[in-house]
């Protein structure tokens, strides 16, 4: 069964509009991520409107978001072809979120509550403390544990910054940001190769003690340290465009 396919809602009626739009995004995200949507594959509006039972409306939203995160190219009437992220974009990308994230946790010292910034601290010091060297079934649930730490701090920052727009912006760009890195983990997971978890942990270590000592400069170096190292890692598991073979033969003529 495909990510969509399990992503899937039992009733298209319990969504409104905006909900219907945000899981296709989040839905073909992940399956670009994972590599089940390779680049150059083409997305056919009518397609996707059957796939996912849904109208066409929200699905060319969609594509238009997609587009607007560079992962596709949308062509009137025709659908959308899947791009290839090449490194510029990724640079781009991470120089983007860099700001932002700086821009939020400078805003957000001395905003979040101490008590949920002391209980993250303590979880990134138990991840910190455990056997790197897992089998399968506990290394599962510590990628549960460390992507729900992740998310959480980077959403409780966005939060305390108090700025609505900056707020949108990051909601906007995580999708894209998780969809990658729990890729990148997953790849990680199955080449049984954890490196990252502990470096991602001291980086949050490093980001949530600058925020408890209210130390907003601390804060935005140790912020941009996480994201310019978690956005190399995840970048490696970008998937590639096919190669072409070099001598393709060609059919004789009849």
Known sequence: ???????????????????????????????????????????????LSRRFGVSHTPVREALIMLAGMGLVDVAPNRGAIVRRVTPREIREIRQVRVALERAAVRLACGQIPRARLERLRDDSRALLELDWNWDDE?????????????????????????????????????????????????????????????????????????????????????????????????GRAIPKEAPRPTNPIKEKPK
């Open 1 to 47: 069964m495909s990510v969509s396919e399990t992503n899937r809602p039992n009733s298209t009626s319990a969504w409104d509009h905006g909900q219907r739009r945000q899981s296709l995004v989040e839905s073909l995200i992940r399956e670009i991520a994972s590599g089940s949507l390779r680049p150059g594959e083409h997305l056919v509006t009518q397609g």
């Open 138 to 234: 506990r290394s599962e649930g510590i990628l549960v544990r460390a992507r729900a730490l992740d998310s959480e701090l980077h959403d409780l920052i966005a939060a305390g910054s108090g700025n609505a727009f900056l707020i949108h912006e990051l909601e906007r760009l995580n999708i894209l940001f998780r969809a990658f890195r729990d890729a990148a983990w997953s790849r990680s997971q199955d080449r049984r190769d954890f490196h990252r978890l502990p470096a991602e942990a001291s980086e949050h270590l490093a980001i949530i003690e600058a925020l408890l000592a209210g130390d907003r400069r601390a804060a935005a170096r140790a912020m941009t340290q996480h994201i310019v190292s978690g956005m190399t890692y995840w």
